[in-house]
Nanobody, 126 residues
């Protein structure tokens, strides 16, 4: 059984930075496409950034492109999201997700992901 555990959320002022981390256990990490989604109050969960299975390319939502960086460390079974120039509209619960053998075609589709973390709150004050 795959478990995803996120860490690194918190409160930050606008313009600041945070790094989120997600550790996968229970299966072979390198077999999974990994992604970050977020959900703000009253809104649907949306794709933020992702890395497909066996593919070094990274993909971002337009709203975070140039400000966020996703990376994975297969040796440590972790995926990270570095967030810079944070804005109040980035405030949300951020979720890590894993999709076994997931390709770039389904990377942005939340329904493609079998496993989710518990979420970590990111709050950006103005």
């Amino acid at each position: 059984q795959v478990q995803l555990v996120e860490s690194g959320g918190g409160l930050v002022q606008a313009g600041g930075s945070l790094t989120l981390s997600c550790a996968l256990s229970g299966r072979t990490f390198s077999d999974y496409a990994m992604a970050w989604f977020r959900q703000a109050p009253g809104k649907e969960r949306e794709f933020v950034a992702g890395i497909p299975f066996r593919n070094d390319n990274t993909y971002y939502a337009d709203s975070v492109k140039g400000r966020f960086t996703i990376s994975r460390d297969n040796a440590k079974n972790t995926v990270s999201l570095q967030m810079y120039s944070l804005k109040p509209e980035d405030t949300a619960v951020y979720y890590c997700a894993a999709d076994r053998y997931g390709s770039s075609r389904s990377l942005m589709e939340r329904y493609a992901y079998e496993y989710w973390g518990q979420g970590t709150q990111v709050t950006v004050s103005s």
